[in-house]
Antibody
């Protein structure tokens, strides 16, 4: 069964760092990419980053560019999101999802990141 | 404020049909046939229901259908069932490897 499980969320101080993981089972990450998407409390989803072509291409939303880094392991079964210089507005549930025909498939249940002052 | 506009709520009785709208601009919904719809039961993983405006992934009932006119995409759920009660949100490709989402619509089955 194709599924992903996110982990690594927690409470972190403003300005701190956190690394999220997304483990795939039943498939290897497709070459057309894997995304991270987040949902802040009471808000809609926000796309934040995409990695594709085995990690050679990476794209970021302006809100996280220069602070967040997406990567994958060599086996293409674990996706990471390194988050630095965290801000209050980064508080959200973070989801990974597979790119599927310019949409998002095989979402996980998400992992909650809370930035505390 | 989400980039795509959805009504916050919708409701219908079992067996009825409801339509949820998703309004964007010529830079996203109107510019690409890459609108997707998702069903999200709180605390669970969102599920892709429609992609490329009208396409259903395998396993999604044909009671779910999608369409688009200009800058507005729509999701129609026919023959409402109790298990359809969930949050529904849309996404659209917006060019330059960037995606936007709607704020979500809470569907209540009366």
């Amino acid at each position: 069964q194709v599924q992903v499980v996110e982990s690594g969320g927690g409470v972190v101080q403003r300005g701190g760092s956190l690394r999220l993981s997304c483990a795939a089972s039943g498939f290897r990450f497709p070459r057309n990419g894997m995304h991270w998407v987040r949902q802040a409390p009471g808000k809609g989803m926000e796309w934040i980053t995409l990695i594709r072509e085995g990690g050679t291409q990476r794209y970021y939303a302006d809100s996280v560019k220069g602070r967040f880094t997406i990567s994958i392991d060599n086996s293409r079964t674990t996706l990471y999101l390194q988050m630095n210089s965290l801000r209050d507005e980064d508080t959200a549930v973070y989801y990974c999802a597979k790119d599927f025909n310019w949409g998002f498939d095989s979402w996980g249940q998400g992992t909650l990141v809370t930035v505390s002052s | 404020q989400s980039a795509l506009t959805q009504p916050p709520s919708a409701s219908g009785s079992p067996g009825q049909a409801i339509t949820i709208s998703c309004t964007g601009t010529t830079s996203d919904v109107g510019g690409y046939n890459y609108v997707s719809w998702y069903q999200h039961h709180p605390g669970k993983a969102p599920k892709l229901m429609i992609y490329e405006v009208t396409q259903r992934p395998s396993g999604v009932p044909d009671r779910f259908s999608g369409s688009k006119s200009g800058n507005t995409a729509s999701l129609t759920v026919s023959g409402l069932q109790a298990e359809d009660e969930a949050d529904y949100f849309c996404s659209s490709y917006a060019g330059s490897r960037y995606w936007v989402f709607g704020g979500g619509t809470k569907l209540t089955v009366l």
